[in-house]
C-alpha cells in the first residue's frame, strides 16, 4: 500500500474514533430502572377526611348576635342540652308585638260578636273578626316557636369535639356552631369515581396514609358504599372502618387505597415508565420500544405480564424527544 493511501486511511480512522467518541458523549442521559421481582398491589386511590361514626353538626337556623356559649371543646353533653345562647331581645320583642295584636282582636270579636247578638252588626264582620284573630294566633304561636331557635340544642349525646364562633359575633343560619359525637369509633368518608366503585365492595383491606405519620400505612377496610352517587362529581361515598385503636384523629385528611388484589412474585416496573401501553428499553446502548401487556396496576407499580424480562432497564419519564434507536447513556436510577 502506498504511504500516501496508508496516511489518508489512518487520518479517517482517527476521523471515525473521535466522531464515535463525540457521539457517545452526546448521547441523552436518561434514568432507568431495572425490571425486577415483587409483590404487584392493584388498588383503588382516593382522599377521605376521617369523622365519628356517630356525630353532629349544630347550627344556627336564624341571623342573630351571639351571646353566650354554655359548653367547651371536650364537654360531654346530653340530647336537648343547650349549647349556646343567641340575642332574641328582637324576638321577644316582635311576639310582644304579636300577643297584643291578638289580645285586641280578640276583645274586638267579642265585641262584634254582642252587635251580632244584637243584630246591630253583619255576620260578614263576625266572621272576619274571627278570621283576623286566627291569623293573630298562628303567628303569635309561630314566633313562640322561633324564640326557641335562639337556643342552640345538640340533636345527639357526646362530646363537643369543636366550637366555632366567639360572643358578639353575627352567626350565620348554615354556618357551623359546634361539631357534637362520639369519639370512638371512627371512620373514613372518601369518595371513589364511579368507574371504580363497581370494583369495590365491604370488606376490602384498605391502606391509609396521613401526613402526620409519614411513611406509615395504617389499616382499615371498606364498611359501607353509597347506593347513590353524585352525578355532579361522578362520585360514590364510601365508607371505611377504623380500628379503636386508631392513631388517626377527627378531621385529618388522609389518602386511601382499597387493596383489589396483591399478586407475589410478579414483574414490575415503575409507573412513570409506562407510556399508552408501551415501555422504553435500553438495548445495546440503544432506545427500544416495546409494547407491553399489563397486570395488577398500582399507583407507583405496574405489573408487567409479557413484553420485557427481569433484569432488562427501562427508561423513566420517557419525553417526546426519544426515538426508537437513540444512542443513550443510561443513569440507573433507584426504584421508587
Not at 337556623?61 to 359548653?71: F, G, K, Q, S
Not at 389499616?219 to 362520585?235: F, L, W, Y
Not at 427481569?310 to 447513556?329: A, N
Request: cysteine-free; glycine content about 8%; charged content about 30%.
Amino acid at each position: 500500500m502506498k504511504p500516501r493511501l496508508r496516511l489518508i486511511l489512518s487520518i479517517l480512522a482517527v476521523i471515525l474514533a473521535v466522531l464515535s467518541f463525540w457521539f457517545w458523549l452526546k448521547a441523552p442521559d436518561i434514568e432507568v430502572v431495572a425490571v425486577a421481582r415483587g409483590q404487584a398491589v392493584e388498588a383503588v386511590y382516593a382522599t377521605g377526611t376521617v369523622e365519628p361514626l356517630r356525630w353532629a353538626r349544630i347550627s344556627p337556623t336564624v341571623t342573630a348576635r351571639l351571646v353566650e356559649i354554655l359548653v367547651q371543646e371536650g364537654d360531654v353533653v346530653k340530647e336537648g342540652q343547650h349549647l349556646a345562647r343567641l340575642d332574641d331581645g328582637e324576638a321577644k320583642a316582635r311576639l310582644g308585638e304579636l300577643t297584643a295584636k291578638e289580645t285586641y282582636l280578640k276583645q274586638d270579636l267579642e265585641r262584634v260578636a254582642k252587635l251580632e247578638k244584637s243584630e246591630f252588626a253583619s255576620r260578614q264582620s263576625g266572621e272576619k273578626a274571627r278570621s283576623e284573630l286566627g291569623q293573630a294566633a298562628n303567628a303569635r304561636i309561630a314566633q313562640q316557636k322561633r324564640l326557641s331557635e335562639y337556643m342552640l340544642a345538640s340533636p345527639v349525646s357526646g362530646t363537643v369535639l369543636r366550637r366555632d364562633g366567639e360572643p358578639g359575633e353575627v352567626m350565620q343560619p348554615g354556618g357551623v356552631m359546634f361539631w357534637v359525637g362520639e369519639p370512638l369509633p371512627l371512620r373514613v368518608t372518601a369518595e371513589i369515581d364511579e368507574e371504580d366503585i363497581v370494583r369495590l365492595k365491604p370488606g376490602l383491606k384498605a391502606l391509609l396514609k396521613a401526613d402526620a405519620f409519614p411513611g406509615q400505612a395504617l389499616e382499615s377496610s371498606v364498611a359501607e358504599i353509597t347506593p347513590k352517587g353524585d352525578p355532579v362529581n361522578k362520585t360514590y361515598r364510601v365508607r371505611l372502618a377504623l380500628p379503636d385503636d386508631t392513631r388517626l384523629l377527627v378531621g385529618m385528611t388522609v389518602e386511601v387505597n382499597v387493596i383489589l388484589r396483591e399478586i407475589e412474585n410478579a414483574l414490575l416496573v415503575p409507573a412513570e415508565a409506562l407510556e399508552n401501553g408501551h415501555l422504553w428499553v435500553v438495548k445495546e446502548g440503544r432506545a427500544e420500544k416495546r409494547k407491553v401487556s399489563l397486570g395488577a396496576q398500582g399507583v407507583a407499580e405496574i405489573e408487567i405480564q409479557d413484553g420485557v424480562a427481569e433484569g432488562e432497564l427501562v427508561i423513566l419519564h420517557p419525553g417526546k424527544s426519544l426515538k426508537e434507536g437513540m444512542r443513550l447513556s443510561p443513569n440507573v436510577g433507584r426504584r421508587p
